[in-house]
């Protein structure tokens, strides 16, 4: 099964592709936040007005790299690239065809759950660095909303492990070919979204940047190329999202033969996409501590439960 | 639960729903006669200047933008000597409108004034005024008012009265 796993056309592709993703998205989001409030978006430069990542880019390049005078100089530096390194090497796991992938890996879904857990560090860093009390309030958010949805949503993947029996992605694509794993396993599906809106920030659970409250939240003080980090950091762990849970969920690169298994992929994955920015798009956000109640009294039990049952049911079906 | 499904629906059906932008160059919005952009200078229905150099306007303006000297002609009208509107200060809040008697100075739904030279935005009167009689077509100021100009006397404007004699007792 390793056959054309991780060769250097597999690694510079997928890193390429990735991060133009993600580039892409910044319009992306932008055209379609516009199309549902009735509006254009940008439409001016290039051709649909594509180009606006160009010219957003450039602007972020050519911005003053400001470094506050009261700020923890290190911690700033670095506090950015924490998120961009971690959702960038999760996609070292996805599989996203058979022979297209970096590494095949047996317990692939921990090391993506490692890596995604990491990328709060990013944020509550930047926070605290930046020595600002909005910043602060931002990392503190973040810090709190890591602790409320970082529980359930390990638990709310292992009924998806208890029916596939692995922690290798490949195989659980594999384990559903009879049917996705969205019909048995919906409830952790719902639990497994919200956690991952929560862990990308994202949406109506952007609680750490809030830019009603907190003007910019923890990336008040940044600007030129260390917010850009952050920006696109941010559009990367969609696209790293949305991958995982058509992979865990949505029957990976499987699919009718009249597309190759990669063209599966990537529609799923985008349909996913589109549809976290329709969250954004339509839901509000709620408060720090409703997400806390929300988290630990509602969706940790319902994982819980979820684990149980299914638990219970591949117990009495497949028996010891 | 049910709301937010709700309102996740009624926002994707707004991907048909056509957009309300209007794509300024290419589209021309349509504005209304009553819209406040360029001031103009007006005539009269006779083709004379309605502007009698009151100063009013200069006054109403909040960003002190108008500027004018009053004269007369040798039929005893008063008309601006210069009328100097800067418009790069105007904001086009219409105050000198509404402060005009003689409904002279208006504005007008032009509002492309894009100069490379700021001191272009410095309009005189020659500039300003137009040949028509702009919004109000029948108004004349000196036919409905009783002053006294050389081919005009008291008395003799549209609904007027000729002036009570003091000097008699008749009724």
């Known amino acids: 099964m390793n056959t054309g796993i991780g060769d250097a056309s597999d690694i510079i592709g997928i890193l390429v592709s990735v991060i133009i993703t993600a580039a892409l998205l910044i319009w992306v989001e932008r055209r379609l936040l516009a199309v549902w409030q009735d509006r254009l978006g940008p439409n001016r430069v290039g051709p649909m007005g594509l180009m606006q990542v160009v010219a957003d880019m450039i602007k972020m390049f050519f911005k003053e790299d400001w470094i506050p005078p009261f700020s923890d100089k290190l911690v700033f530096v670095l506090a950015p690239t924490i998120v961009f390194i971690t959702m960038l090497t999760g996609f070292a796991v996805i599989p996203f065809a058979p022979g297209v992938g970096i590494i095949d890996f047996n317990f692939g879904l921990l090391y993506f759950l490692a890596l995604s857990s990491l990328s709060v560090y990013s944020i509550v860093l930047a926070g605290y660095a930046s020595n600002n009390k909005y910043s602060l309030l931002g990392g503190l958010r973040a810090a709190a909303q890591t602790v409320s949805y970082e529980v359930f949503m390990g638990i709310s993947i292992m009924g998806v492990v208890m029916l596939s029996g692995t922690f290798n992605l490949r195989e659980i694509v594999e384990a559903q070919r009879d049917g996705w794993f969205i019909i048995p396993q919906f409830f952790g599906f719902i639990i497994f979204l919200i956690a991952v809106i929560a862990e990308s920030r994202r949406g109506p659970l952007d609680l750490p940047e809030a830019e009603q409250e907190l003007v910019g939240g923890f990336h008040t003080e940044y600007s030129g190329m260390k917010f850009g980090m952050f920006f696109v950091g941010e559009y990367v762990a969609i696209t790293l999202s949305s991958a995982i849970i058509v992979t865990l969920f949505f029957g990976g690169w499987l699919g009718p033969s009249w597309l190759p298994p990669l063209v599966w992929f990537c529609l799923k994955t985008a349909v996913g996409i589109v549809f976290f920015i329709l969250l954004r798009g339509a839901l509000p956000r709620p408060r720090y501590d409703q997400l806390m109640t929300f988290g630990w009294k509602v969706l940790l039990p319902a994982g819980l439960l979820n684990l149980l049952v299914t638990g219970a049911v591949v117990l009495s079906l497949h028996g010891t | 639960m049910r709301s937010q499904l709700r309102s996740l629906w009624e926002v994707l059906k707004h991907t048909f729903v056509k957009p309300d932008t209007v794509e300024y160059p290419e589209e021309k919005p349509a504005l209304f006669p009553?819209?406040?952009?360029?001031?103009?200078?007006?005539?009269?229905?006779?083709?004379?200047?309605?502007?009698?150099?009151?100063?009013?306007?200069?006054?109403?303006?909040?960003?002190?933008?108008?500027?004018?000297?009053?004269?007369?002609?040798?039929?005893?009208?008063?008309?601006?000597?210069?009328?100097?509107?800067?418009?790069?200060?105007?904001?086009?809040?219409?105050?000198?409108?509404?402060?005009?008697?003689?409904?002279?100075?208006?504005?007008?739904?032009?509002?492309?004034?894009?100069?490379?030279?700021?001191?272009?935005?410095?309009?005189?009167?020659?500039?300003?005024?137009?040949?028509?009689?702009?919004?109000?077509?029948?108004?004349?100021?000196?036919?409905?008012?009783?002053?006294?100009?050389?081919?005009?006397?008291?008395?003799?404007?549209?609904?007027?009265?000729?002036?009570?004699d003091v000097k008699t007792l008749l009724p």
């Open chain 2, 34 to 164: 009553r819209y406040r952009g360029r001031i103009i200078l007006t005539r009269d229905p006779d083709g004379e200047e309605r502007c009698v150099a009151c100063n009013l306007c200069a006054v109403a303006c909040p960003v002190d933008c108008i500027a004018l000297q009053k004269t007369e002609d040798k039929n005893g009208r008063w008309y601006p000597e210069f009328f100097r509107i800067n418009f790069s200060r105007c904001i086009l809040c219409g105050f000198c409108e509404e402060a005009c008697p003689t409904n002279a100075i208006q504005l007008t739904p032009d509002f492309e004034m894009c100069e490379y030279d700021r001191q272009n935005m410095v309009y005189e009167k020659q500039h300003l005024l137009i040949d028509g009689t702009g919004k109000y077509h029948d108004y004349n100021f000196y036919r409905v008012a009783g002053m006294t100009i050389l081919d005009k006397d008291k008395g003799q404007a549209e609904n007027e009265a000729s002036p009570i």
